[in-house]
């Protein structure tokens, strides 16, 4: 009852102040009547009784607010009060609080966005049953280049997927998926397109727990070669294609011109690997049993579902025993010696966790930049107010009334500023999540509760940062002696410009390392877009397209094709050559195959086999990509089906390899390579390209494209006379009018292929950039602040000393010394943290070193720079003073 | 004759409350009625009187209404409540302990 009672009391106190302030008045009136009239009674007169009682009372004023004290709520009476001061003195000054106001905005807003986006990609759990027992396993090979991480997280082998599932007991299941991809169209084959797809065993939604919106999953008997063909779509595709009709579950649809029957529809939550996914197939269905008994063709995924009282290490060390018996089994092969695992969430983010978590530092750097500059600000206003303080301090105000009053001045700034930064966040994080092509997740990224409350911390903690130490400083003992100075002050508070200048050195260092951080990235990006790929990339057009199996089904069919459509491109006007292959440099890996040298003794039983990339390529490749030829000879059109076992290798592999020998008319043997039935005569040495313009170097073999390979995908290359992009509508017209049932994808130019590898980096370095820049810029903001400030403390001294003399250019050359003196400390300080952490962001950098000399120095001319600029200005006005003037200002 | 601010703290508390036990009073009468029984030894000052009552009040052990006084004016009459009489019983208790402890020490010095 009690606590009802207390509620009671308490609503009565919100809600009928004014009610209860006039009783308590009435109340303590009440008392001094009482008071007066004993007094008459023991013979005073009534004026005399009046005195003495008051007398005895004190102050009627201090014992209200006694009592008032007591009540609930006093505290938010109080904060409302000095609410209503602070904002009435912000009103007093619109250009600091406007300014002060949108620095929060910025920062915080920034802080927000970025927060916002790392909480739905990096910490959100994904959308699956019990996420936290999901974990991927890889293949870990031990030897080759072990720093690699492709190799340390090696994908996985169909029959050493199998194997695993079926030999260990660590796993409640295990599941399998690869990538895919298919031409698709329509019921009728109607409106062919290129799409992304996957493979993903019979028991792949299970094990993550999803469920279709509508149908069902795959069976356990479609998940076989040979089996009827199914296909799960993507919400996203079942929207775009099918307008979101229920009755497509049954219908068919065409996959590289099979038909296919639709089973089900996945959830809109569902974007496993990634959105790009269009629709999922069994992961067996479209392949032969001899494929799924390979142990050394990687591709796959596995992801494995923890059984619930068995850990992690004793589910893996099963999976590594069985693993390392594969290896034992097939040393002739790649088959690696060890299994690893890393939770699911890992492995989705894994790529984007450093550049994520380096921008949330960034803009937590900015905004403790922004934080350090409006208390800057408010150090100023202090300043202007040391009387105002030093009165009420006088007048009884406590320390903690003054502080606290001060605080609710930051508080007011940075709710304002934080409110509006969280409207901007709306907007920046759903520009962010657009813009920003390789974020994993976007689905899940969203402004939430926990978003929100997470920006009040954010604002709170700013507003005690910008207002606690000015508010300090500012009811020191010592500030009180501001009643004591004459109205003409000369110098001004040593103490508080030593903060000022503190907290400046502190912000130039912050920005430096910012600086520093997005040059580098800046020009690491720069590396990528200038990378040497070691093939021409101006006016070059590449197209891809694949042959499906069904049509083309015989070698000379594909051959026929390829090569009618190079003939008929060879004579368009402004072509100046043609050439197809399977990836063109900087398209990426592709895949690699192991090989051995029949020639060379063999290699050791556990030793690493020798490997390679491999490309197919025409006779028209290499010099269509102008890659050069430094031995032998180019493949000739008369390297054709069952006469075209020739291969030509990069120079790295004839350096790797064949130390001092001529690999001319030696043999390779690619046991993964057309059933390894034929060893390849090497017929030329070609010079190196990279397969991605931020990767190393990789050695390279292409095989002849007229073998006629089935079901492969081609790129074309077209180098014409100028600008390429005007060939892709007549070149795609070419094409349509030999196969009009042929989708084709991806039609870029060489240089928008190499953009895509730097776009990445870009993206992080063009984020980076400008927040250093924003805090370059209050860095510069708050330096003129500074110097502004110190020009108007000493405006008097600096009169005295023009009149008895100075030289306006020791003046500016004594202002300016003072305003760079913290800038250069700052600068001193900024580069020595720089080379501390740049270190942490080496992973990003391409071909750039962490200490990049350049960098550096420009970093620092752009500092100096900036920091003149901002101190140059006050600097002038202080040796333009009239020394006259200056001595008679207050 | 000691100052009445010397009044051992918490113990105001206690005098209100067991002033209050009686009947409902007015600040004023409470003061007074302190003063009467302690023979003038214990002078409550407003400075304390009302914080305190007002404490208590929002405590919930005291509860107020208003009504006529004695001289027909209005005043604010304080009451126990229910928890305040628990309070009362456990605040004597105390009071009881610790000036007995306070006797013992000091008639055996």
């Not at chain 1, 505290?75 to 209503?84: G, I, K, N, P, V």
């Not at chain 1, 509760?449 to 009811?475: E, W």
């Not at chain 1, 913290?822 to 943290?833: K, M, N, R, S, T």
Request: proline share 4%; net charge neutral.
């Amino acid at each position: 009852m009690r606590w009802l009672h207390k509620l009671l009391m308490q609503l009565r106190m919100l809600f009928r102040r004014n009610e209860e302030s006039a009783r308590l008045n009435d109340e303590l009136q009440f008392h001094l009547e009482q008071q007066i009239a004993e007094n008459m009674a023991t013979g005073m007169h009534e004026e005399e009784a009046r005195h003495a009682a008051m007398r005895s009372f004190g102050s009627p004023a201090v014992l209200r607010d006694q009592t008032r004290n007591t009540w609930s709520w006093n505290w938010l009476e109080s904060l409302f009060r000095d609410a209503r001061i602070s904002a009435r003195t912000l009103r007093r000054a619109p250009g600091f609080a406007v300014m002060a106001v949108v620095v929060m905005a910025l920062c915080l807003g920034a802080a927000t966005s970025l927060f916002t986006i790392a909480r739905g990609v990096l910490l959100k759990s994904l959308p699956f049953r019990d996420p936290d027992k999901l974990v991927m396993v890889y293949e870990h090979f031990h030897g080759y280049d072990s720093n690699r991480e492709a190799f340390n997280y090696n994908v996985v082998s169909p029959a050493d997927y199998y194997d695993w599932r079926t030999q260990t007991h660590g796993f409640e299941d295990m599941a399998a998926w690869r990538w895919d991809k298919f031409n698709f169209s329509g019921e009728h084959a109607e409106l062919p397109e290129v799409i992304t797809a996957a493979a993903g065993t019979w028991n792949f939604f299970s094990v993550l727990g999803v469920n279709p919106v509508l149908g069902r999953i795959f069976y356990e008997s479609e998940d076989h070669p040979g089996a009827n063909r199914v296909v799960m779509l993507t919400w996203g595709l079942f929207q775009r294609r099918f307008g979101g009709d229920p009755s497509v579950i049954g219908k068919q649809i065409h996959l590289d011109a099979n038909p296919y029957t639709v089973i089900g529809v996945l959830p809109q939550s569902f974007a496993y690997p990634d959105a790009t996914v269009q629709v999922w197939v069994p992961y067996a269905s479209g392949v032969t049993a001899e494929y799924l008994s390979y142990h050394d063709h990687h591709q796959s995924h596995v992801v494995a579902r923890l059984k619930p009282n068995v850990s992690l290490q004793n589910a893996i060390s099963q999976v590594e025993a069985v693993q390392h018996r594969l290896h034992m089994e097939n040393l002739d092969k790649p088959v690696a010696e060890d299994a690893v695992s890393r939770p699911l969430l890992d492995d989705v983010v894994h790529d984007i966790k450093t550049p994520l978590v380096i921008l949330l530092c960034a803009v937590g750097c900015m905004l403790f930049i922004g934080c350090l500059n409006v208390a800057n600000l408010l150090i100023a206003r202090a300043a202007t107010r040391q009387k105002e303080i030093a009165i009420r301090g006088a007048l009884g105000a406590g320390r903690v009334t003054l502080i606290r009053q001060q605080m609710v001045e930051s508080l007011l700034i940075c709710f304002a500023g934080g409110a509006l930064g969280v409207l901007l966040s709306f907007v920046a994080t759903k520009w962010l999540t657009s813009a920003w092509k390789d974020l994993p997740r976007t689905e899940a990224i969203h402004v939430d509760m926990s978003v929100l409350a997470f920006s009040f911390v954010l604002i709170c903690l700013s507003a005690l940062l910008a207002g606690l130490l000015p508010a300090l400083l500012s009811t020191q003992k010592s500030a009180f002696v501001a009643l004591h100075d004459s109205s003409r002050s000369v110098g001004g508070s040593l103490a508080r410009t030593t903060l000022r200048r503190t907290l400046l050195t502190i912000e130039i260092a912050v920005t430096v390392v910012l600086l520093i951080a997005a040059g580098l990235l800046l020009k690491s990006f720069a590396r990528i877009h200038d990378a040497d790929l070691g093939a021409t990339t101006t006016n070059v057009l590449t197209l891809h397209y694949d042959l499906p199996k069904r049509q083309y089904d015989q070698p000379e069919k594909v051959v026929a094709f390829n090569e009618t459509l190079l003939e008929s491109l060879r004579h368009m006007p402004g072509v100046r050559a043609v050439g197809v292959g399977s990836v063109v440099p900087g398209a990426g890996y592709g895949g690699d195959d192991v090989f051995t040298i029949p020639e060379h003794p063999p290699v050791q039983p556990g030793q690493d086999l020798p490997d390679a990339i491999y490309r197919m390529a025409d006779p028209g490749y290499f010099t269509a990509l102008q890659i050069p030829l430094l031995r032998g000879r180019f493949f000739t059109d008369h390297d054709r089906l069952n006469q075209s076992n020739y291969v030509i290798i990069s120079r790295q592999l004839a350096n790797q390899y064949f130390t001092n020998e001529n690999p001319i008319g030696w043999h390779l043997h690619v046991p993964a390579w057309n059933s390894g039935l034929v060893d390849y005569e090497i017929i030329g040495v070609v010079g190196d390209t990279l397969y991605q313009a931020d990767k190393p170097l990789k050695a390279t073999m292409y095989f002849p494209v007229f073998a006629g390979y089935l079901d492969r995908d081609y790129t074309l290359i077209v180098r014409t006379a100028f600008d390429p992009l005007k060939f892709s509508l007549p070149v795609q017209k070419e094409i349509a009018s030999l196969d009009p049932t042929l989708p084709m994808s991806e039609v870029l130019t060489m240089q928008q292929i190499i953009g895509e590898s730097a776009e990445n980096t870009s993206f992080s370095a063009t984020i980076l950039l400008s927040f250093a820049l924003l805090s370059l810029l209050l860095a510069a903001v708050g330096l003129y602040g500074v110097l502004s400030y110190l020009v108007t403390q000493r405006t008097t001294e600096i009169g005295i000393r023009l009149a008895l003399g100075a030289q306006r250019e020791q003046v500016v050359r004594l202002m300016l010394g003072d305003g760079l003196r913290p800038a250069l400390f700052g600068l001193v300080f900024g580069l020595l943290a720089s080379i501390a952490l740049t270190r942490l962001i080496q992973s990003m950098l391409f071909r750039t070193s962490p200490f990049d000399l350049w960098v550096f120095a420009l970093v620092a001319a752009i500092l100096l720079f900036v920091a003149a600029v901002a101190c140059a200005l006050p600097a002038r006005r202080a040796s333009r003073l009239d020394p006259m003037q200056a001595l008679r200002t207050e | 004759m000691g100052k009445p601010s010397d009044l051992v703290q918490g113990t105001l508390d206690l005098l209100i409350l067991k002033t209050l036990s009686l009947e409902a009073k007015h600040g004023w009468a409470i003061a007074k009625r302190i003063q009467q029984v302690s023979g003038d030894v214990l002078q409550v000052q407003q400075g304390s009187l009302y914080p305190a009552l007002h404490r208590l009040e929002q405590q919930g052990w005291i509860t107020a209404k208003w009504a006529e006084s004695e001289t027909g004016r209005q005043a604010k009459f304080y009451s126990l409540t229910e928890a305040g009489r628990k309070q009362l019983e456990s605040e004597t208790a105390n009071w009881n302990r610790l000036s007995e402890a306070i006797n013992i020490i000091v008639q055996e010095a």
